[in-house]
């Protein structure tokens, strides 16, 4: 078993599209940092596995196919159970950060 550690700050680039970054990939999780562009999203998807996101940096708008959109920002903490569709929208004026874990 390995550990990863590292600051995501040295790590944050933006691209023409949503950009991600890879952190670690285990065999229960992968740990993602997501970093998008004012206007920037991930249209909302599903996955077999349970997700957590936690926003480091900017705010946003968290989506799921018919549930309400909740707004989200620096410190947010966004569950996702299994099978619940999970997508968001920078709604801000500067870059949004943060890192998905993905269980499965």
């Known amino acids: ?11 944050v680039v ?3 599209q ?6 670690s990939e285990a065999a ?4 993602t940092l997501w970093c998008l562009k004012p206007g920037q999203h991930i249209h ?3 996955h077999a596995g349970d997700h957590v996101w936690v ?8 989506l799921s196919e018919g549930q309400a959109d ?6 947010s903490i966004v569950v996702a159970a ?3 569709s999970h997508g968001i929208d920078n709604t801000g004026s500067s870059g949004l950060v943060f890192v998905s874990v993905s269980a499965g």
């Open 28 to 31: 229960h999780a992968r740990t």
């Open 55 to 62: 926003v480091l940096e900017g705010e946003g708008v968290f």
């Open 82 to 84: 299994a099978g619940i």
């Open 44 to 46: 909302p998807h599903v």
């Open 1 to 11: 078993m390995s550990i990863t550690a590292c600051q995501y700050r040295d790590l």
């Open 14 to 16: 933006y691209g023409d």
């Open 70 to 75: 909740r707004p989200v920002r620096t410190g």
């Open 18 to 23: 949503a950009h991600k970054i890879v952190l």
